[in-house]
């Protein structure tokens, strides 16, 4: 761990330039994919990368060039390309950033159980192999896989104002899928959709449910198959947590990015139906609508001390009780804006600058059980799992599809219905958020693959929720 940072910071001292300012983020990065389908094992997909980008500063106007060549002239060479490109564009500059303030902390920061190492490959393929085995002999059954991803990143921070920042983190995502098929109609159910994502070792395997879930998800397809559709028409809605995460997700993580609002992003992935003035005045959602950008949860997949930027994280609200507070905007969106945001400057490797993200971006607990939302919806359905979306391009207009729905008839949970759907507008989706689940209803899950920016980053994201309930809101089957 770590083993690379003497001589990194030896070369990092040792460079040359003529910038006021100058950083360098090293990045080391190790991936493993490893599958079972039908019984049989896949070969594992293995990855591993490493290099550093290097910023200089120069009259203001800042830059950056990256490389893969660690040694001192390769360092010096990206210092370089950085600090020309610096002075290129300084005729054309939109910013003078001498006055942003640079970081300056010294900090580690580690996964829980980071010290602890991650089962070998031939004991995970076998723990894959017996989830896999474990599926009923069925003929409707006609796939199914059994999975487990891990990343592990090493990430140093440095910089000529002193910030000498370490944090070393792994990544697991657990995930298992089961499609029936009865000869016209197929359903598939899965555990969490690849979306049970979160920091730390075999723990996380425990949490999500993985081993002994082969039977359950396989049950559950069939349901789906035998399952009437969805019935079409206005109707409550309780979003369990990880179909409330890809919600969060659309609806509150990407149209509250800061650089998104200021029009950076408006030629690739869109812009948002949110202004910049919105802030401090825009009632969002219901007074039950409270909104966190919290990065000090361990296990959740985007947690961390300090941003790529060197920025320190800390938990803040994004909306209170309803009410618009702050953007998800980094350092340099921030000075851009003279908006106070959050430390979530993020880049998704050591080739690309980092820019606002969602980080760890969750909906705090309220005071009802399930049983408790449950009982307050006399005409309504209940949704899990996502398994489509789509959304314009200000993030407002959505129509979200599940994979499991189950009625709700005065008070009680009812039949499976197959193929749930349903749709509505951001800025009114969230004034209909009428109850909130308790702590004992929440669950910490994430994505692994959340895309922006050009050249593209896909990028870690956390999403801690929750179940909520909606009202009147318009819900449809597959045929609709």
Known sequence: M????????????ALRTGAEF??????????????????????????????AMLTARFNGVEAYASTNDLSQGGLQAALERAERQARQ???????????????????????????????????????LGDESAAVPKDERLVNWQVSIGLTQVEQIYLNSAGAELRQAQRFIYPALDVTAFDGQDSQTRTLGRENFGQQGGFDVIERCGLIGAGPKIADQALQLLMAPNTPQGPRDLLLMPDQMMLQIHESIGHPLELDRIL?????Y??????????????QYGSSLLNVTFDPGIPEELASYSHDDDGSPASKQFLIREGRLLRPLGGALSQFRAGLEGV??????????P???????????PGDQSLAQLIQGIEHGVLMRTNRSWSIDDARNKFQFGCEWGQLIENGELKGVVKNPNYRGISAQFWKSLRAVGDA?????????????????????????????????????????
């Open 263 to 267: 029009g950076d992003e408006r030629n």
């Open 22 to 51: 100058f950083s360098l983020r090293y990045v080391r990065e190790s991936g493993q994919h490893l599958s079972v389908r039908k019984n049989v094992a896949e070969p594992p997909s293995l990855s591993r990368d490493e290099g």
């Open 354 to 364: 980092p820019i606002d993200r969602m980080a760890n971006l969750n909906i705090e």
């Open 89 to 127: 564009l300084k005729p054309h500059a939109l910013l003078d950033l001498r006055e942003q303030p640079v970081a300056s902390d010294r900090a580690d920061y580690f996964s829980p159980h980071f010290d602890q190492a991650f089962p070998a490959l031939g004991d995970c393929y076998q723990m």
């Open 2 to 13: 770590f083993d690379f940072y003497p001589q990194l910071k030896q070369r990092f001292a």
């Open 343 to 352: 430390a979530n400057s993020r880049a998704c490797g050591w080739n690309r």
């Open 269 to 282: 992935a869109g812009t948002s139906f949110v202004k910049a003035s919105d802030f401090g005045h825009l």
């Open 440 to 480: 004992s209803t929440s669950q910490v899950l994430g994505t692994p693959n959340c895309g922006k920016g050009e050249p593209n980053q896909v990028i870690r994201v956390g999403h801690a929720s929750p179940a909520c309930v909606f009202s009147n809101v318009d819900v449809f089957g597959g045929d609709a």
